[in-house]
């Protein structure tokens, strides 16, 4: 275990850069109006939604998130290369996948499951690669 090594303030900015993508991909310059109609969410609804518990919980959840990915990471010969295929083949293989796995029991539509599975692969990939290069 001594070559194991976590950057604890990377894991933080991984947990922020959450909010961030997450506020750009479900924005109107991305995917909100495609993923509203999709989500079957109404203006109403998304007005009636309570910001600063899902922000909190969305961040602590990605708290949670980027921990478990630098403990994958946490070997010193981590690179950006190993740490940004990690986060990809994370995202893509295990999170995105039982993502659609649920959706499709949900019958929920392929727009639907393209646009959020798409943020988790984005999301996985943008700290598997911070985590591999902020050593």
């Known amino acids: 275990m001594e070559n194991f090594y976590i950057n604890h303030l990377a894991v933080f900015v991984c947990a922020v ?12 310059l991305l995917f909100f109006k495609s993923w509203q109609a999709a989500a079957g969410i109404t ?19 990605s708290l949670v998130i980027s ?11 981590t690179n950006w290369q190993w740490g940004l295929t990690a ?3 994370a995202g893509a293989g295990w999170a995105a996948a039982m993502f ?4 499709l029991f949900e019958q929920r539509s392929l727009k639907y499951l393209l646009i959020n599975s798409g943020y988790i692969v984005v999301y996985f990939g943008a700290i598997g690669f911070i985590l591999g290069i902020w050593r």
């Open 17 to 28: 850069l959450s909010l961030m993508i997450g506020g750009l991909w479900y924005s109107p």
């Open 43 to 61: 203006d109403e609804q998304l007005k009636k939604a309570n910001p600063a518990k899902n922000y909190s919980l969305a961040f602590l959840l």
């Open 67 to 77: 921990y478990n990915l630098a403990f994958f990471l946490g070997d010193k010969a």
């Open 87 to 89: 986060g990809l083949l």
């Open 100 to 103: 659609i796995i649920i959706g």
